[in-house]
Structures are given as C-alpha cells and as structure tokens.
C-alpha cells in the first residue's frame, strides 16, 4: 500500500518510507491510500477471538500487502506481550477500558509496534546509518516511546518534553533510563516542543545529514496499531451482550487515539457514534461547534496529556471526511471539561462505582456518562494508570493511591535531562552535533 500526504503537494510514499520519514516532504501527515474493509465474518465471530487474534487479522489488513504475515504477526504478538492487564470491563459503568502498557499508559501499544516495525525495515535496509527518533510528549507519548525503543539497536531516541507540565511519574519515566535515550528539558509548552521537531524535519541539511524520524502520532506506524483497542473493546462489549449502540469516549488531545477509532469505523467496526472529550484546550470542540477551526497557545490543565492548543491528527480527520463539517459532526460530538470537574468527576466515580479515574479518563466519563440514549452502551477509554497523577488523583478522590511497583522504580531513579530553549536554533544545534 502507498501512503499519501494530507497537504496533497509530496509524493506517495511506501509503508517504509513512511515510517522512517515519518512527516512528508510538504510538512502534511501521511495516510493509508485506502481503507480495507474487514469481512463480516471476522465481526459475526470477534467475540471468541484473543487480543492477538483480533489485532493479527486488522494488522493483515493495514500492513500485509508490505510485511510477510509470520515476521508481522511476530511484531504484533510481541507488542501485546505485557506482563500486566491490558485490557478490562467493568459493567457497573457501562463500560470503561483499560489500556495499561508497560508504563501504565494506553500509548505503549503503538511505540512498542512502531519500534518493532522500524527494527524490521532498518536490518532490511542498505542504509546503515543510526535512525534518531524525534518525539515530543504532553505526559505519556515521551514514557511510551522511550521504554519501548529503549535498548533497540540502531536507534537513538529524542524526547522533548515542557518543562513543569508534566507529571513527575511521567518526567521520571523519560529521564532515567539513559542507554539510547536522552530527554530534553523544553522551556515551553507541548506545542513548542511539537514545533521544534516539525521544524527539524523540515530543515534540508539536517535531513540530508541525520535519518530523522518521529514516534508521536504524526507517524503512521505509532498511529494505526491504536486501532486494535477498539476491535477489541467490541468483542468484549460483544460477550456482553452491549455492542448494539455502542458509543465510544475518548479523551483526545493531539487526537491520534480518535483518529485510530475512526479509521476502525471506516473498516467495518460496528460504532454508532463517537465522543471527543477535551479539556480547557477545546479548540476541536469549537471546530465541531463553528466549523472553524482556530488553532491557539494551549492552557496547562489537570488532564496535562491533553493540552494541546494544535492538535496535528486533525489533518487527519478531516482528510478522512473530505473536509465535511456535516458528514464529520455526523460521526462525532464534542465535549469540554474543566479542573473543577475532572476533581469532581474522580470523587463521584468512586463513590458510586468504586473506580479510581486517571484525570483523562475523568474527561471521557464526565463527557458521556450523562449524554446517553438509554438503548446506547459506552466504551470510555482510561489513558493511564491514576498512579501516574498521584497528587491531583489523591487530592480528588481524598484517598491514597498504591504505587505499581513499575512506577516506583522509575521514580528511585536519577534524572538526566538536557535543558533546552524553544527556539529552533537550540534545538538545531543540538541535533547537529550528533
């Protein structure tokens, strides 16, 4: 399969390029040039399916015609290989998943897919230079990134994150594990840091000179494995006997994890309707309501992996609508929730349900939970473990939170940190010196 840019001025790209490139040459994110429709069949029997299984068959259908199934399906399996729960329902809410990786956070999946894909073009290529892989984080892409490329061969990782906006599980998650990744210290916001990584793909020397490529969501590779989750929540929703209207929540800030559901939808997956819930940085939220779409500086909220102020998937989505306001709003709803609520929300759920919400999982609870018709069921994805946001978590629900033990070795460790400007020529010339 080609991959296009959404700016429409580059060429098409292959699977590989794509990955390794990771932006087009016309600063447009890349997309599949189509859309495969899963069998009916797959869907009449999902709910017997495992896990793997279920992400075996969509990830034939994204990426076989490019990688032979046994070395695909050996990437796939590895990636699920988590020691830790993946994937549950609790009823008594609806239904609320649960995406805990090896770093607690629902990204692991698509880092630790896209470094194993990366590894299979790069022992496949004649191009033996390292790959440096740039990626700028809001909270858990940076952790998810970084412990799933840590050790791999051939690969440094960059990790840009804002200075003070991020939680200190999260900060310690990037910055002390050393080997092959370095963090750097960003005095600015998450999009500053966005910014600083466009602008090196953009920079002719330094891509001439450097293999660069990036881990965020702009990257197809980290991109379409998120895609499995839903397959999965269906059959699990399937088994229960919940699946008819089904209405999906998600909590979105650069709006990758959304724009994997919805290409979900577009190969077949049985969604009625889906939820964007923002916070304060509710640009998209205006854009659903408008029309318009208003790009801005964000705000720092609780939700902290949700602030930001441009979200770059919404190229994406829009491209997968043709930029159809209407036929867009059709599929999705918007929904914006302040700090007073996220903190009212985490109380509430425990009280009633005795769930203990992330603050992004508390954005998709408040946005759904009241706005269903009573024959809708609703899957709202949980970003990350609570533990993650210890403070505002305890602080909210007025109890402490046991730390997983894989957390507390993060945070026994030392930071290594590089302190770094927002302004490009920082950042440039210290891409340059590698």
């Known amino acids: ?64 015609g490019d990688i032979p199934a046994p070395e695909l399906h050996r990437i ?36 630790r897919f896209m470094a194993r894909l990366l590894g299979h073009f790069t022992r496949n290529s004649a191009d ?32 840009l994150y804002p200075s003070g906006k991020v939680s200190p599980t999260q900060e310690a998650q990037v910055t002390t594990l050393g080997q092959n990744i370095t963090a750097l210290e960003v005095d600015g916001t998450f999009d500053d840091c966005q910014a600083l990584v466009k602008n090196a793909f953009m920079d002719a020397e330094l891509t001439g000179r450097l293999r660069l490529t990036s881990a ?61 819930a923002n916070n304060a940085n509710d640009v998209f939220y205006e854009y659903l309501q408008t029309g318009q779409y208003k790009p801005r500086a964000s705000i720092p909220t609780l939700a902290n992996a949700m602030d930001v102020g441009a979200p770059s998937n919404f190229a994406r989505i829009l491209d997968l609508y043709g930029g159809d306001h209407a036929a867009l709003c059709a599929d999705i709803s918007g929904a914006t929730v302040s700090d007073l609520q996220i903190r009212a929300t985490i109380s509430d759920c425990l009280r009633r349900y005795g769930y203990l919400l992330d603050p992004h999982g508390a954005c998709a609870f408040r946005a759904v939970y009241h706005h269903l018709a009573p024959s809708e069921s609703a899957v709202i994805c949980e970003t990350a473990h609570p533990a993650k946001f210890q403070e505002t978590v305890e602080s909210a629900a007025g109890v402490g939170i046991e730390i997983p033990a894989r957390l507390a070795a993060f945070l026994q460790g030392s930071k290594q940190s590089v302190p770094m400007g927002r302004d490009y020529a920082s950042f440039r010339n210290y891409l340059s010196q590698l």
Not at 2 to 13: C, D, I, K, L, V
Not at 41 to 58: G, K, R, Y
Not at 130 to 149: E, K, P, Q, R
């Open 1 to 64: 399969m080609e991959y296009y840019s959404t700016n429409g001025q580059a060429p098409r790209a292959s699977l590989e390029k794509a990955v390794v490139r990771g932006l087009a040459e016309d600063r447009g994110l890349y997309m599949p040039e189509r859309i495969p429709a899963l069998p009916e069949s797959f869907f009449a029997d999902i709910q017997t399916l495992t896990f793997p299984e279920i992400a075996c068959t969509v990830a034939d259908a994204l990426f076989g």
């Open 128 to 159: 033996r230079r390292t790959i440096h892989v740039l990626v700028a984080t809001s909270g858990d892409t940076g952790s998810a990134v970084a412990n799933g490329f840590l050790g791999v061969e051939g690969v440094r990782v960059h990790v």
């Open 216 to 276: 965020n969501s702009i990257n197809v590779a980290r991109l379409l494995p998120q895609s499995f989750y839903y397959f999965h929540a269906y059959a699990q929703m399937k088994r229960l006997g919940l699946a008819e209207q089904l209405v999906v929540c998600v909590p979105s800030g650069n709006f990758g994890n959304l724009c994997a559901a919805l290409i979900a939808k577009r190969m077949g997956l049985p969604v009625k309707r889906f939820v964007a």
């Open 76 to 111: 796939v399996e590895e990636t699920l290989a988590f020691d830790c729960p993946v994937v549950s329902v609790t009823r008594s809410i609806g239904a609320l998943e649960l995406f805990h990786g090896p770093t607690l956070a629902f990204k692991d999946v698509g880092a």
